[in-house]
């Protein structure tokens, strides 16, 4: 039986939806037209698949999130060794993401799954690539591309049609601007720019807008300027100078030091 909205009754999944039996879905998802979901799919209570959206291997979806169109999540690596990855293959998404069209996340190609956190906001035509480990409270804008076993700690932002290349770790509340290609570690709390990317001023919007203390702030104000605009001063002795007792400028220390 269906309501006027074309949904089974009791269950949000449109009739033209094709779900597999097996796959485990809370009782107040809404599953939307033509979307596909696989037998080892998870979806948590209140996640919404507006419509075209394919959920396949074994992908994990948590609570609350809303993915939109075409979006296909749980894809195999794009990798070209191939491999019976089994089990072993999956992806694992948190809780109340915004999901835009068409974004790709693949599933893992090892032992730990591609993993991405709670309360981001994914546009249009980004990608998480496999055994990416994407934080919470991100950004990722228009066309990003995230490459295998990419790290993005929490607060991070990126730029519409910036890149990330394998194996490297974005830090906490940096912002990769549009267009950036990142081939190095992006340090935390940094602005970074350009092809190839560097690191060009404080990203002190973002500090603001999550709200680090203002005499953090100023210290890493401080700490930036010691460590980045002083050319004449060689960068391991600038990295001594540092006031660690604050959390913060202790976090860009320890990134910087292993950098």
Known sequence: MTNRCGFETGRAVHPTAVVDARAEI???VTIGPYCVIGPFVRIGRGTKLLSHVVVSGR??????????????????????????????????????????????????????????????????????????VLGSRCVVANGVQLA??????????????????????VGESAFV???????????????????RARVRALNVVGLERRGVPPESIARLKKAFSCVFAHRDTHFNAAL????????????????????
């Open 59 to 132: 992908a994990t979806i948590g609570e609350g999130n809303i993915v939109h169109p075409f979006a296909v999540l749980g894809g195999e690596p794009q990798i070209r060794k191939r491999a019976d990855l089994g089990h072993r293959a999956s992806l694992v998404i948190g809780d109340h993401n915004v999901i835009r069209e068409s974004v790709t996340m693949n599933l893992s190609s090892g032992e730990r799954a591609t993993t991405v956190g709670s309360h981001n906001l994914l546009m249009a035509g980004s990608h998480v690539a496999h055994d990416v």
């Open 177 to 195: 601007a549009a267009g950036a290609m990142c081939e190095r570690n992006v340090p935390p709390f940094v602005i970074v720019q350009g092809d």
């Open 148 to 169: 295998g076993h990419v790290v993005v700690e929490d607060w991070v932002t990126f730029g519409g049609l910036s890149g990330v290349a394998q194996l490297l770790r």
């Open 240 to 259: 001594r100078t540092l006031d660690r007792s604050d959390e913060y400028v202790d976090a860009l220390a320890r990134a910087l030091s292993c950098g």
């Open 26 to 28: 809370a009782d107040d």
